[in-house]
């Protein structure tokens, strides 16, 4: 069983920044890739970016590229996502996901389905 809590959402208004972390407990970090997802109200839950195990590969949805930085620290069992010039269409709720061992396929690490242990989430609200 793995445990995911994030942390640092929050209102900020629209060019602001904020960093998400997540913590996780339960399994060897190391050996997984980590993902942050986003779900708005009426919306399907939708990929934002994945790091792969090692911290040695990054991949991020169209959306977001230039503007949002994921990052990892395995001595900490800590997935980060700092969010840059942020819009009022970055507005969901933010969870981070336990992913797929040890593989960075991009069908693969884009899919929900792909990870086994999720976070319950932290808001971030973007004002304009």
């Known amino acids: 069983q793995v445990q995911l809590v994030e942390s640092g959402g929050g209102l900020v208004q629209a060019g602001g920044s904020l960093r998400l972390s997540c913590v996780a407990s339960?399994?060897?970090?190391?050996?997984?890739?980590m993902g942050w997802f986003r779900q708005s109200p009426g919306k399907e839950r939708e990929f934002v970016a994945a790091?792969?195990?090692?911290?040695?590969?990054?991949y991020y949805a169209d959306s977001v590229k230039g503007r949002f930085t994921i990052s990892r620290d395995n001595a900490k069992n800590t997935v980060y996502l700092q969010m840059n010039s942020l819009k009022p269409e970055d507005t969901a709720v933010y969870h981070c996901?336990?992913?797929?061992?040890?593989?960075?396929?991009?069908?693969?690490?884009?899919?929900?389905?792909?990870?086994?242990?999720w976070g319950r989430g932290t808001q971030v609200t973007v004002s304009s």
């Open positions: 996901a336990f992913g797929p061992y040890r593989s960075f396929t991009r069908v693969v690490i884009t899919t929900t389905r792909q990870y086994d242990y």
């Open positions: 339960g399994r060897t970090f190391s050996a997984y890739t």
């Open positions: 790091i792969s195990w090692s911290g040695g590969n990054t």
